[in-house]
C-alpha cells in the first residue's frame, strides 16, 4: 500500500542524509524535563486459540518490519544543533529490543491498564530505532474482550509522525500477509552530519529571512481575510480550568466505549453531522459535569483543540535534503459550547465552529502560514522550545487555545490481523503535559467506538467519574436527537451543511 507514512521515509532522499522536517524535528528537540513525545496506539486481537509466546511473536514480525526503514533507523541529532536530526540505518538493529511479550498480570482490564501506564511515560531509548511493542497476552475477566485476548500496543516517537502515521505502520506491523521489503537510509557520520550542517548555514539563514517575510505577508492577507468574514478569525482563549495548571507528573487513562451505530443513526437522522462533532458534544458535556460535580463552574464556555489531517493536501517540500512530514496535521481551535444546554443546539453549534476552522485553514494564506515554521534553523527552533518552557502556565482566569486536546483518527482496522487473530478493539493514548492535563483520543473498529481519555492524576483522582460523566453525556446527547423529531431534522439540513465524517 502507497500512502504518505510509508512514503514519507524515502521521497526527497539524495546522497547525503534524510534530514526530519522542522515540524517533525520538533518533537526531538522539545523533548525535555518531563515531556515525553510519544504516540501510542493500542489493538485488541481475538488470537482464536493460537499460542502466543515470545518467539512465535518475534518470528511471525520479523518479515513485516523489514518493509519500512521507520522500524531499522535510528534519530541522530548534529552536534550543536546546527541542522535538524537526520534519519540514518541502525548498525546494530535487534528486533527482541524493541518487542515485549508477558502474559496479563491478574483478569479484569485494571491489570492491563495499569501495565500499559507503566510504558506510557518511558522515553525511548536514544540510539535505538524510536518504537517499541507491547504484547500482554491471556486477557480474560473483561466483558467486551473475548477470553484469551491479546492486547498489543505499539509505541513510537512523535518525530515518526502523527496519529494517521503511526495507524499506518501499525497496518505494516498487522499486514495479514508481510510487505515486500524497502531500501533503508543511508550511513552518515556524526562529522559529515556536521560538516553538511555548517555548509548549509549560509542557505538557511536566507531560507529563514525569506520565510520570515513571508509569514508577515500572509498574516496581513489572513488578517484581511477574517476582516471582511471571508473566514472568521477563531477564539484563542478559554476559561482556565484544573485541566490546565502545570502537570504534576504522571498519567493514568481509561477506555469508554460506545456504540457506532448509535452515531450513525444519529447522522442519518440529521444530515451533515460528523462523528467528531458528536464526540467533541459528548467530551464538553462530560468535562463540564465533572467540573461541576467538583465544585468548579467554568466562567463561559470551554474550548477543544481537535486534530486535522492534511494529510494527502499538500505536496512534498522542495527542499531536496527534507522528507515529506510524518506529522501532517493543524490544530483546529473549537468551541465546545458547554453553555449551550440544548443538546440539539449544542451540537449544531459545535458543528458550525468546526466547519468554520476547517473553512479557515482551507484559506491559502492560513495554511501557507502555518507551514512557516518549516524555514526556521534548528537553533531558533531550540530557542522557541525553551522559551515556551518560561511562560506562564494556568496562572491566569483564561488558557490559550483550548482546555482539551481531542484526536479522531480513522484506523480502517478490520483487516488488521496478529498472528491469524483479528482486531476486535482499538485504543489510543495522547500524553499530557503542561497547560493540557485532559486529553482524548478517539477510534473505531466496526460498531464499537472508544475513546480513550489520558489525564493527570493529581487533578482526577477518581476517573471512574469521568468515564461514568462519558456515558451519561453520550445517553445525553443521543437521546436528545432520537426525541428531536422534524423540527430538529429541518433545522440540521437547514444549518448543518454536509462535511466528511473525521
Known amino acids: 500500500m502507497d500512502h504518505p507514512a510509508a512514503e514519507y521515509m524515502h521521497q526527497g532522499r539524495n546522497t547525503h542524509m534524510d534530514r526530519l522536517t522542522a ?4 518533537h526531538v528537540l522539545a523533548e525535555s524535563g518531563s515531556h515525553v513525545s510519544r504516540i501510542i496506539d493500542g489493538y485488541v486481537f481475538d488470537p482464536a486459540g493460537a499460542t502466543v509466546d515470545r518467539d512465535i511473536v518475534l518470528e511471525w514480525l520479523t518479515p513485516r518490519v523489514e518493509h519500512s526503514p521507520v522500524f531499522r533507523s535510528v534519530i541522530r541529532r548534529v552536534p550543536g544543533d546546527l541542522e535538524y536530526p537526520y534519519w540514518a540505518p541502525a548498525t546494530d538493529f535487534d528486533l527482541r529490543d524493541h518487542v515485549t511479550v508477558e502474559p496479563a498480570r491478574a483478569p479484569g482490564w485494571p491489570a492491563v491498564r495499569d501495565r500499559i501506564v507503566e510504558i506510557c511515560d518511558t522515553r525511548l531509548p536514544a540510539g535505538k530505532p524510536p518504537w517499541e511493542l507491547l504484547v500482554v497476552t491471556g486477557v480474560t475477566g473483561v466483558d467486551r474482550f473475548p477470553d484469551g485476548a491479546c492486547v498489543v500496543v505499539l509505541k513510537m516517537h512523535h ?20 510487505l515486500p521489503a524497502r531500501p533503508g537510509h543511508r550511513s552518515v557520520g556524526t562529522g559529515g552530519a556536521l560538516a553538511r550542517a555548517v555548509v548549509r548555514i549560509p542557505g538557511n539563514l536566507f531560507r529563514f529571512a ?16 477574517a476582516a471582511s468574514g471571508e473566514i472568521r478569525a ?9 485541566f490546565n495548571r502545570r502537570h504534576g507528573g504522571g498519567i493514568s487513562f481509561d477506555v469508554v466505549t460506545l456504540d457506532l451505530a448509535e452515531i450513525r443513526s444519529l447522522r442519518s437522522r440529521h444530515p451533515g453531522v460528523a462523528v467528531t462533532d458528536v464526540v467533541v458534544a459528548v467530551i464538553g458535556d462530560a468535562m463540564v459535569s465533572y467540573l461541576r460535580e467538583h465544585g468548579e463552574v467554568p466562567n463561559g464556555s470551554l474550548g477543544g483543540k481537535v486534530s486535522y489531517s492534511l494529510r494527502g ?32 443546539d449544542r451540537l449544531r453549534a459545535i458543528h458550525a465552529s468546526m466547519a468554520s476552522e476547517k473553512r479557515r485553514f482551507s484559506n491559502p494564506a492560513v495554511a501557507e ?45 478490520e483487516d488488521m490481523r496478529f498472528l491469524g487473530g483479528r482486531v476486535v478493539e482499538s485504543f489510543g493514548i495522547l500524553g499530557v503535559a503542561d497547560g493540557t492535563r485532559l486529553n482524548h483520543f478517539v477510534a473505531s473498529v466496526g460498531d464499537r467506538l472508544t475513546i480513550t481519555f489520558a489525564v493527570d492524576p493529581e487533578v482526577m ?9 462519558l456515558g451519561r453525556a453520550f445517553a445525553s446527547v443521543v437521546d436528545a436527537h432520537r426525541d428531536g423529531g422534524e423540527g430538529a431534522r429541518a433545522a440540521a439540513e437547514e444549518d448543518l451543511g454536509v462535511v466528511e465524517e473525521a
Request: net charge negative.
Open 234 to 242: 477563531p477564539q484563542f482563549r478559554w476559561p482556565t480550568t484544573r
Open 159 to 178: 518525530a515518526v509522525g502523527d496519529g494517521m502515521a503511526t495507524v499506518e505502520f501499525a497496518r505494516e506491523l498487522f499486514a495479514a500477509q508481510p
Open 210 to 225: 525569506r520565510g520570515s517575510f513571508r509569514a508577515q505577508v500572509l498574516s496581513r492577507v489572513a488578517a484581511r481575510a
Open 23 to 26: 515540524t517533525d524535528a520538533t
Open 313 to 344: 493536501s499538500t505536496a512534498p517540500a522542495a527542499d531536496q535534503d527534507t522528507v515529506v512530514s510524518g506529522n501532517n496535521f493543524v490544530v483546529l481551535t473549537v468551541d465546545l459550547h458547554t453553555d449551550v444546554e440544548d443538546p440539539v
Open 369 to 413: 502560514l502555518a507551514d512557516a515554521l518549516d524555514t526556521a534553523p534548528a537553533v531558533y527552533v531550540d530557542w522557541l522550545v525553551w522559551r515556551r518552557s518560561k511562560l506562564p502556565i494556568g496562572e491566569g482566569e483564561t488558557v490559550a487555545l483550548g482546555n482539551t486536546m481531542v484526536s479522531n483518527v480513522p484506523r480502517r482496522a
Open 461 to 469: 483522582p477518581d476517573p471512574d467519574r469521568y468515564a461514568e460523566a
